[in-house]
């Protein structure tokens, strides 16, 4: 069954039914598990990495890494919302550039965000009639355990073990607002900003209930430029919106991705703005969740072609602020 479509259709009517569900819950969390805004660094940040969301698109990130890591690009801080928080944080911690591309060509990021889709799309009116009448919980199709449990394998317990400072970008549905979290739980922190409505429950911290940082802060170039950052390199993997044929419109599903595409282009652009040098690989026909190979070696070397192409541009950047290279790359 083709996950996009599973989707796309099934926005309009979870929107109405979970309507109900959204009322903060008492949520708070032990100490081990809380997350925080505070940010705290050794010496102030040079170079910040911004790596934006985009489902599987964004492993195009992954040849963007290999370029900057292969020349020795010095970053001193990164920041990434959604899937760029999940590559960003993996990064961070040491990960290598091979190893990270490798948990999403052997689909197994993919397989843990989204198990068993359809049969918990075909139940959850009973599980969201059960909140309703509780008044417990947050309404989505799946709570991301499967992910959650990857992410605590996977990364380090908390942001203070990261190589590499970094910050995850969340939306609080309580207040609207934007989060960038940089202490305290790091696998939490990386699952809220993955926390995409409504597939996936939003996640209940303290007070806070958390979705997907995309939905305010999809390229979060101005929040690396908040972190003190002198240079800025950001990564936007949405398509660019391109004049399209009037007869594709036909299609609900074409309809539905345009108006999509148009809004968070509208977005990402605003956003690109607040770095020195955006990187935007070509990414036109990834799915928001694959396992294509395929396609997902295409995006990894579109992003490895985008990257290089900037490259002039953030060597002359880096030198003009008088940042030399980094002799001692860590990966």
């Known amino acids: 069954m083709n996950k996009t479509w599973l989707l796309i259709g099934i926005f309009p009517w979870i929107a109405l039914s979970s309507a109900k569900a959204t009322e903060p819950q008492n949520t708070s969390q032990s100490p081990k598990q809380t997350i925080s805004t505070a940010l705290n660094f050794k010496n102030k940040p040079r170079v910040a990495l911004a790596l934006g969301g985009g489902g599987c698109k964004c492993v195009a990130e992954i040849g963007v890494l290999r370029v900057l890591d292969a ?3 010095p970053i001193d801080y990164i920041i990434g919302t959604s899937t760029g928080a999940t ?3 993996m990064y961070a911690a040491g990960i290598s550039v091979d190893e990270i591309q490798k948990f999403y060509l052997d689909d197994i990021i993919q397989k843990a965000m989204i198990p068993r889709l359809a049969p918990r799309i075909i139940f959850y009116p009973l599980a969201q009639a059960e909140r309703d009448i509780t008044k417990k919980g947050e309404a989505g199709i799946t709570n991301g355990a499967h992910f959650k449990t990857l992410l605590n394998k996977t990364l380090p317990a908390q942001f203070s073990d990261l190589k590499i400072p970094f910050s995850a970008v969340t939306t609080d549905l309580v ?25 996936f429950e939003p996640l ?3 007070d806070k209930i958390l979705v997907d940082g995309a939905l305010r802060a999809n390229v979060p170039a101005k929040w690396a430029r908040d972190a003190g950052a002198d240079f800025v390199i950001a990564v936007d993997v949405d398509p660019i919106v391109k004049e399209e044929d009037p007869q594709k419109f036909a299609v609900l599903k074409n309809v539905l991705l345009r108006v999509s595409d148009i809004g968070v282009s509208e977005l990402d652009m605003r956003e690109g703005l607040e770095a020195d ?3 935007h690989p070509e990414t036109n026909g990834i799915r928001l969740i694959t396992g294509n190979k395929k396609y997902l070696e295409e995006a990894i070397r579109n992003g490895e072609s985008a990257a290089t192409a900037a490259l002039p541009k953030i ?10 290279a980094n002799a001692n790359s860590k990966l």
């Open 315 to 324: 060597m002359d950047g880096i030198q003009q602020r008088g940042i030399t």
């Open 71 to 73: 020349n020795k690009i």
């Open 277 to 279: 040098v955006l990187i």
């Open 87 to 89: 590559i960003g944080s």
């Open 175 to 199: 207040s609207g607002k934007t989060l960038v979290f940089s202490s305290g739980n790091l696998p939490i922190a990386v699952q809220a900003s993955n926390c995409l409505p409504p597939m």
């Open 204 to 206: 209940a911290v303290d």
